[in-house]
C-alpha cells in the first residue's frame, strides 16, 4: 500500500505503482517515489532522491507517494544471478 507523505494527489491522478520502466528524474535509478502537483505534472524519484527532496516539494504544495515498501518485493534482474 502506498504512503503519502503530504497532501493526496490532484484528483483524477492514478495510484502510483512502481515498475522497472520508471526511473528516477535526479540519477535514473528505478524510481518508487512519485511527486505530483496541482497542474498534474509528476516527478519520479529513487528512494535516496526522494526522501531528499519531500521536505521542499511538500513545502510547495506537491502530493508525494512513497512506494519504497515495494522495493525488493519482486525478483528483479539482479535478484536472478544471486546478488
Same mark, same amino acid.
Given at each position: =500500500?502506498?504512503?503519502?507523505?503530504?497532501?493526496?494527489?490532484?484528483?483524477? %491522478?492514478?495510484?502510483?505503482?512502481?515498475?522497472?520502466?520508471?526511473?528516477?528524474?535526479?540519477?535514473?535509478?528505478?524510481?518508487? =517515489?512519485?511527486?505530483?502537483?496541482?497542474?498534474?505534472?509528476?516527478?519520479?524519484?529513487?528512494?535516496?532522491?526522494?526522501?531528499?527532496? %519531500?521536505?521542499?516539494?511538500?513545502?510547495?504544495?506537491?502530493?508525494?507517494?512513497?512506494?519504497?515498501?515495494?522495493?525488493?518485493?519482486?525478483?528483479?534482474?539482479?535478484?536472478?544471478?544471486?546478488?
Amino acid at each position: =500500500m502506498p504512503t503519502v507523505v503530504s497532501a493526496p494527489a490532484p484528483s483524477g %491522478q492514478a495510484e502510483f505503482e512502481p515498475s522497472p520502466l520508471h526511473r528516477c528524474d535526479r540519477c535514473g535509478a528505478q524510481a518508487f =517515489m512519485r511527486a505530483v502537483n496541482a497542474g498534474g505534472q509528476d516527478l519520479l524519484f529513487c528512494g535516496h532522491h526522494g526522501r531528499r527532496h %519531500q521536505p521542499a516539494l511538500a513545502a510547495s504544495g506537491w502530493s508525494v507517494t512513497d512506494r519504497t515498501d515495494a522495493i525488493n518485493k519482486t525478483a528483479g534482474a539482479s535478484t536472478a544471478f544471486g546478488a
